[in-house]
């Protein structure tokens, strides 16, 4: 299944473009968990597809390598409410689905140059174009779980070595959680953990 799925002047500018990578990381992550979570199979398999791996469970599992296979959507659609189901992601695959998120989005002119999975934190960076001028931008940001769905919490936004403004670095995580209400309203599947490690991301729950 392939993937389908802002300007003021100056550092302002810079920020709010970095919360246009943000919003769209932060809501292709969610579509893509509701993508593969919202279809199950009752045989369990593992998934594997260039932007995520899939676990489900506990028996032992059926490897499908070609994300393009029909069989894919057919037998995730055919699981049952109830099925425990494992997401792992490692830096690479995020960083493909953020990409992926970011071309379909109006955040022209930003350059993803890295991203990092750490204990408990996720941390971008890259390069935004603002009036001709390369601006390295960062942010970090911690992902847990919280009412059946996905809490996501910025903690830092760095245009160069400044921080963003309090009230600006606000905004942007306002838009995100109005993203994320809207998945939590109905939930494909009820997070119930959030594990990011060095190097790779695992949200565990069960299918609705």
């Known amino acids: 299944m392939k993937s389908r799925s802002g300007c003021l002047i100056g550092l302002l500018a810079a920020v709010l473009l970095f919360s246009l990578l943000a919003m769209a990381g932060s809501w292709w992550l969610l579509q893509k968990v509701r993508e593969r979570t919202s279809l199950s199979t009752p045989t369990p398999l593992i998934l594997r597809t260039p932007a995520a791996r899939v676990t489900a469970g506990p028996y032992p599992p059926i490897v499908l390598v070609d994300p393009e296979l029909g069989e894919l959507e057919q037998a995730w659609r055919n699981a049952p409410a109830g099925q425990l189901l494992q997401v792992t992601m490692s830096e690479q695959e995020l960083e493909a689905e953020l990409l992926a998120g970011l071309a379909g989005a109006p955040a022209q002119g930003y350059q993803l140059n890295d991203v990092q999975l750490l204990p408990d934190q996720v941390r971008i960076s890259?390069?935004?174009?603002?009036?001709?001028?390369?601006?390295?931008?960062?942010?970090?940001?911690?992902?847990?779980?919280?009412?059946?769905?996905?809490?996501?919490?910025?903690?830092?936004?760095?245009?160069?070595?400044?921080?963003?403004?309090?009230?600006?670095?606000?905004?942007?995580?306002?838009?995100?959680?109005?993203?994320?209400?809207?998945?939590?309203?109905?939930?494909?599947?009820?997070?119930?953990?959030?594990?990011?490690?060095?190097?790779?991301?695992?949200?565990?729950?069960?299918k609705r």
């Not at 809490?151 to 993203?179: C, H, N, R, S, Y």
């Not at 309203?185 to 009820?190: A, D, I, K, V």
């Open 126 to 206: 890259g390069r935004a174009d603002i009036n001709g001028l390369e601006v390295p931008i960062a942010a970090a940001a911690r992902i847990s779980a919280a009412d059946c769905w996905l809490d996501v919490e910025i903690t830092q936004v760095l245009v160069g070595p400044l921080p963003a403004p309090a009230a600006v670095k606000q905004q942007f995580q306002d838009q995100l959680d109005q993203w994320s209400d809207v998945y939590r309203q109905n939930p494909p599947m009820c997070v119930a953990d959030v594990a990011i490690s060095q190097g790779q991301i695992t949200l565990t729950g069960i």
